[in-house]
């Protein structure tokens, strides 16, 4: 093409095409009605994965609340118990003189002729552990003891799963957990109103057992509760200070840098490696106590500690230079500038990372499986130093048990779990945009 | 004007009764308004556009000129809350009627914007996109031919023809724009509306976009906005006025720029304002 | 005295020095306002920063003291204790003085009602009584010295003392100090991985471990074993994370993560869109013990159940799919959210562009959006693939521990996460190297995420600024 030519007399050499397009041909109308359907299939594809993600989120809350519902409610029977004094092996008169007695008296022997005289002894229908209540009777009064009392006694899990129905009757008597003494007894207590559900404070207030019916997720959520504190106490003021530090003071040089991918990376690292931190680290260098909340906690707070830093700087980035101008102006110094007026502007943000951070570590199991928070614990933890385990392990610890009462107990522990942290998400999540300050 | 000039389309599924002359116009709009939320932004304009000559919009920023480009086309479905009211017109039909097929309607009307925007594909992607997409080129050969056509008419052939598989965005700003107008071009459009396509250009650039834009002139309907007045009076033919979402005054270019009727217009030209 | 008691009374000890220093600083104050009517720089710092110098000086030897303490009293205490025995009271080896040790913490405690080993109960008595002594002497050192550093703070304020640059540059030296944490828990990490994984591989040699296709550490302790170690063979486990974490949990996370934030981000109505994201953040939540719950109690048996009727006989009730189905799940929302934000950061003007010639939405999302984010997408998805085979509780509750070398998605298959926890949970012996090739796997996971996230997060940087 010689290049004198004006570009308009190529185009006249050059006709773009000899028609207009003909959009009413039946081709073309075919075509364009195979791309609308296209479309239409490719926005239904979309309305499908949000049904499906969205879906199975229900799925699992529906699953979850549908089988844990039942461990909130706790069966009861009514037991006459007969405070024998022969047989528990204190009198009313030396029990009132002196109550230490108490704890070496058989109540397990007095409940178990109490419950042998009701019902036979084909038919276990209370709990092992339903004693401490005759205890707690007779230390409120001990008076009781030579007398008949009927007391409202948990139930074993097995009646309990009875009660509520969760037990199919029509398969062979081997193949249920229920013998049929157990279950005529069911019958007969139910039609004479000897059985009754109330709130499971069992469930609520106590610490793991090998009895489904005795085991309570208070021991762990008091261990998640000591947990979160020390990762609260010890990954806030670090993280803040991280990113103050990165913000607003560092120089750009390889120091600053190796601190920045350092935090990003372990941002992204796998929990269970922090998991083996604590392990090598805490625990073999430093002869940390095994088990301990404090432990957990210092580990996880190192896991949280990147997401705070992250969510941290993000907000402080957000303060607009013109505040720190004005501030600098009026003869503040740098550190003044950043304590009186970047920090409390950027502090919603940063509260709503660290909440963000701290709901992960509520949720968190892996890491803290490898520092041994999964011991077997009947006792409620009294301090930062003793044996503890946390709600996530707790339901780990009981997932592994296939019988029906403690699929139920981790359905329950699973939806206290998540009722805190959605609150716990949701809280952040309004926080979020609540303060979210376009400036 | 040349045997090329787009005038009829006897085919078209919604106008094969009507035939266009040049003097009939070949996108009418009467009484448009626009509205975003609560703010109208467009307070009832009318104009018509005819294929033989260029029509220019110009105005200070926020006037409304954009905002009635982008109903030509319908691109302001894309603005959520926006709200088209008023009647306008492609070859005798409401395009904003329900039986009027968006897609074909931005087929036959199309536009080049502001900002250079080509995809992030290669050159020969970029102009084969359109034609693919409607399915105006079946074999190789002719999309071939589609591509090196429209490159042709956009000026940009002897440039780019040996490195058509670079990506779109390694061009120039000014080639860029010349990219999009090949585009454009290539899905064979009746209209070719243009949002001030050489204000983010350097002049030399401009001055090819807007010699462009006269080759162009007679094939397709053109239809630009621009806040650039010498640039109005260089490349088109008719130009409209637009003040605080009302159009003050249309009429012959040439008119408009030496004796406007409109005291606002004649401020506006000579600089008070804008 | 107790470590905790001891650190109240530095605390105390340091408000009283702030309350003392400002006192002073307030008297300099007054004083220069009667001579120079209040001019600036009269006194040069504000009295509280008279006080917080103060308080830093008595409290900075005493925290020394106190960290000190709780670092070394451990040590300085077993000595003592050891001392205190009868020469043949407990084994000359590490391995018994540790356990010997560890059971007397365990009665001072309180953990344990009786001792195994007889002298415990003595060594025990022994151990509260040194720790007792220490504890007064370090415990009355911080003090001291937290006494002596706060009157030395408080002789040196005078009016124009710089308490104020002071102050300031003890709180640089604090966020030096906590920008070191980080820092700190990346060495440590690598420190002990090393260090550990470098002991299993005297036990056994790098390329058994990395090529080796047998996997069963449990016969570890034979000691009539070739070299006396069991299988070591990591090939079954790295396939195993790779088949669940790259592989099944992918094909389920992309296309409905994708679709997801495609629909999220071009279709849905922005109300709509307020809410669902929210939600999908929620699913982001859910920790994933409960998801593991969730795929051990009702999808893996509808797994096998589902492999059973179309014909495989062999459908594990531990099966990969499982496991893979609802790691997926588990991705979805990140997935989802990091196409969500490739999705917005392509410019309008590239779908207008598209649109504008006719293009259908869905062929400009294919067409033009897809491509143009595909950078930052791929770089969500390395991103997800890092998280995935970093996942534990799924693995662990869900996939089961058999080592198999097995492409078919209804067997069984074990992961490095879940071989770590079932390698470290129970007895763990420092010198077996059962409980070592926890850590060498430990190490692998680690070398592998970090790769992928290293070049994840580059690519998605670079995409950002490709449009920034």
């Given at each position: ?5 004006s ?56 699953t ?53 005289r ?7 229908l ?12 007779v230390e ?13 006694l948990?139930?074993?899990s ?38 009754r559900?109330?709130l ?20 762990a959520l ?6 979160v ?26 120091w600053?840098?190796i ?17 083996l ?8 260098v ?39 101008d ?48 999964r011991?077997f ?12 385990t946390?709600?996530?392990?707790q ?9 029906r ?24 999540i ?10 | 004007?040349?045997?090329m000039?787009l ?6 599924a919604n ?5 266009v ?9 009467r ?31 926020g ?11 319908r ?18 039909h409401?395009?904003n ?31 084969a ?13 002719d ?5 090196e ?8 052939w002897?440039?780019?023809k ?20 090949a ?18 250009l ?34 088109s ?6 003040h ?10 040439r ?13 506006y030209?000579t600089?008070?304002?804008? | ?55 830093i ?19 300085l ?32 405690r ?14 025990a ?9 220490y ?5 009355s ?9 706060g ?29 070191l ?19 299993f ?14 996997w ?12 006396s ?6 090939v ?9 974490g ?12 994708l ?23 929620v699913?982001?939540g859910?920790?994933?013990?409960v ?34 189905l ?21 410019p ?11 293009a ?13 984010a ?9 991103l ?10 799924i ?36 010198d ?28 998605v ?7 920034d």
């Amino acid at each position: 093409m010689a290049t004198e030519l004006s570009t308009a007399a190529a185009l006249r050499r050059m006709p773009l095409s000899a028609a207009p397009t003909s959009w009413a041909s039946d081709t073309m109308q075919a075509r364009i009605r195979k791309r609308y359907r296209q479309e239409r299939i490719f926005k239904g594809l979309g309305v499908l994965a949000l049904a499906i993600a969205g879906g199975f989120l229900l799925f699992l809350l529906v699953t979850v609340i549908a089988s844990g519902w039942n461990s909130f409610r706790q069966t009861q029977v009514l037991v006459p118990v007969t405070f024998d004094a022969a047989l528990l092996g204190v009198t009313a008169e030396q029990a009132r003189a002196d109550p230490r007695l108490l704890s070496r008296a058989n109540f397990q022997g007095v409940m178990a002729s109490s419950a042998e005289r009701a019902f036979g002894d084909d038919a276990e229908l209370v709990s092992d552990g339903a004693w401490l209540a005759l205890r707690e009777k007779v230390e409120a009064d001990p008076g009781v003891i030579g007398r008949t009392v009927p007391m409202w006694l948990i139930a074993t899990s097995n009646m309990d799963q009875l009660a509520k129905g969760r037990i199919d009757l029509e398969a062979a008597e081997g193949d249920r957990p229920v013998n049929d003494a157990e279950v005529f007894a069911w019958r007969t207590l139910e039609g004479e109103g000897k059985l009754r559900t109330v709130l499971n404070r069992t469930f609520l207030g106590s610490a793991d057992s090998v009895d489904p019916e005795l085991a309570g997720i208070w021991g762990a959520l008091k261990g998640s509760f000591l947990t979160v504190i020390v990762t609260l106490l010890i990954s806030f003021p670090v993280g803040v200070l991280t990113a103050i530090y990165l913000e607003e003071f560092a120089a750009k040089n390889r120091w600053t840098d190796i601190v920045e991918v350092s935090i990003n990376n372990l941002a992204a690292v796998p929990s269970i490696i922090f998991g083996l931190l604590g392990l090598a680290v805490f625990l073999n260098v430093l002869n940390m106590p095994r088990s301990a909340p404090v432990v957990g906690g210092l580990t996880l707070a190192l896991m949280t500690l990147p997401v705070i830093v992250i969510a941290s700087r993000a907000s402080i980035k957000a303060v607009p230079p013109s505040i720190r101008d004005a501030a600098l102006g009026i003869g503040a110094s740098p550190v003044q500038v950043v304590f009186h007026h970047v920090l409390p502007l950027a502090l919603p943000g940063m509260l709503t990372g660290t909440i963000l951070g701290m709901a992960r570590a509520l949720g968190e199991t892996a890491p803290l499986l490898m520092i041994g928070m999964r011991a077997f614990l009947t006792s409620v933890p009294q301090g930062l130093a003793q044996p503890a385990t946390v709600l996530p392990v707790q339901i780990f610890i009981w997932s592994d048990n296939v019988s029906r009462g403690f699929v139920e107990k981790t359905s329950g522990a699973i939806i206290v779990l998540l009722a805190f942290l959605l609150t716990i998400n949701s809280l952040a999540i309004y926080l979020r945009n609540k303060f979210e300050v376009r400036w | 004007m040349n045997e090329m000039t787009l005038s009829a389309n006897p085919n078209s599924a919604n106008l094969a009764d009507v035939t266009v002359t040049p003097e009939r116009p070949k996108m009418t709009a009467r009484d448009v308004r626009v509205s975003y939320g609560e703010a109208e932004a467009l307070k009832g304009v009318s104009i018509d556009v005819t294929t033989d000559s260029v029509t220019a919009f110009i105005g200070p920023s926020g006037c409304g000129k954009s905002t009635f480009l982008r109903c030509l086309n319908r691109m302001n479905d894309t603005i959520p809350g926006a709200r088209v009211k008023g009647e306008i017109l492609l070859d005798g039909h409401d395009i904003n009627a329900p039986d009027m097929d968006v897609v074909q309607l931005r087929a036959r009307v199309g536009m080049v914007f502001q900002k250079p925007n080509p995809f992030p594909k290669s050159i020969y992607e970029n102009v084969a996109y359109g034609p693919r997409i409607h399915g105006l080129a079946s074999r190789k050969a002719d999309m071939d031919g589609v591509v090196e056509q429209s490159l042709r008419r956009a000026g940009l052939w002897d440039e780019v023809k040996d490195r058509l598989a670079d990506s779109g965005t390694a061009l120039s700003g000014g080639q860029q724009q010349r990219l999009c107008i090949a585009r454009a071009i290539a899905v064979n459009p009746e209209v070719i509306l243009m949002d001030e396509p050489a204000s983010a250009l350097d002049p030399i650039a401009t001055a090819k976009i807007e010699e462009l834009i006269d080759d162009l002139r007679g094939r397709y309907a053109i239809v630009i906005v621009t806040h650039n007045m010498q640039q109005a009076a260089r490349v088109s033919q008719k130009t409209a006025f637009f003040h605080l979402g009302t159009m003050v005054e249309y009429g012959d270019t040439r008119e408009i720029f030496t004796n406007p009727k409109e005291a606002r217009t004649k401020d506006y030209i000579t600089g008070r304002y804008g | 005295m107790t470590l905790g008691l001891a650190f109240i009374a530095v605390l105390a000890l340091a408000a009283l020095g702030f309350w003392l220093g400002r006192q002073r600083g307030m008297a300099f104050a007054d004083a220069s306002g009667r001579e120079a009517q209040g001019r600036i720089g009269a006194v040069h710092s504000r009295p509280g920063y008279h006080g917080a110098f103060v308080a830093i000086m008595a409290l900075v030897p005493a925290l020394l003291v106190l960290a000190a303490w709780a670092v070394l009293v451990d040590g300085l205490v077993s000595r003592e204790v050891l001392a205190s025995l009868p020469p043949d009271a407990v084994g000359t080896g590490d391995l018994e003085r540790n356990a010997f040790l560890s059971e007397v913490r365990g009665l001072v405690r309180g953990d344990y009602a009786a001792a195994f080993n007889v002298h415990a109960e003595a060594a025990a008595a022994t151990w509260k009584s040194a720790s007792a002594r220490y504890g007064l002497l370090f415990g009355s050192a911080a003090l001291a010295l937290g006494l002596m550093g706060g009157l030395w703070g408080w002789t040196r304020l005078q009016p124009d003392f710089r308490a104020r640059t002071r102050v300031e540059r003890s709180m640089m030296v604090l966020l030096v100090a906590a920008s070191l944490v980080a820092i700190l828990t990346t060495f440590g990490i690598v420190a002990s991985l090393l260090f550990e994984s470098y002991r299993f591989f005297q036990m056994v040699s790098p390329s058994e471990f990395l090529f080796g296709t047998t996997w069963s550490p449990q016969t570890a302790i034979r000691a009539d074993q070739v070299g006396s170690s069991g299988a070591f063979g990591a090939v079954p486990l790295f396939w195993g994370t790779i088949f669940i974490g790259a592989i099944l949990a992918m094909i389920v996370a992309i296309p409905l993560g994708l679709m997801t934030a495609i629909y999220l981000t071009q279709y849905a109505d922005p109300r709509f869109r307020r809410v669902a994201k929210p939600v999908l953040e929620v699913l982001a939540g859910v920790p994933t013990v409960v998801y593991g719950f969730f795929a051990a109690l009702t999808v893996a048996p509808a797994v096998r159940d589902f492999g059973i009727a179309i014909g495989i006989s062999d459908a594990s009730s531990e099966s990969a799919l499982a496991a893979g189905l609802v790691m997926g799940v588990m991705i979805i929302p990140f997935v989802s959210s990091m196409a969500d934000d490739a999705l917005t950061a392509v410019p309008s003007s590239m779908r207008d562009g598209s649109l504008a010639m006719g293009a259908t939405p869905s062929e400009t999302i294919r067409r033009v959006m897809i491509p143009a984010a595909l950078p930052g997408i791929v770089g969500g998805v390395l991103l997800a693939v890092s998280r995935a085979i970093g996942e534990t509780m799924i693995v662990v509750m869900a996939a089961g521990l058999a080592a198999n070398l097995t492409a078919n998605p209804f067997n069984s298959v074990t992961t490095v996460t879940a071989q770590i926890v079932a390698l470290l949970t129970g007895d763990q012996e420092f010198d077996s190297a059962k409980t070592l090739s926890a850590f060498a796997l430990g190490l692998v996971l680690f070398l592998v995420t970090l790769a992928l996230n290293i070049y994840a997060l580059a690519v998605v940087k670079k995409y950002r600024e490709a449009y920034d």
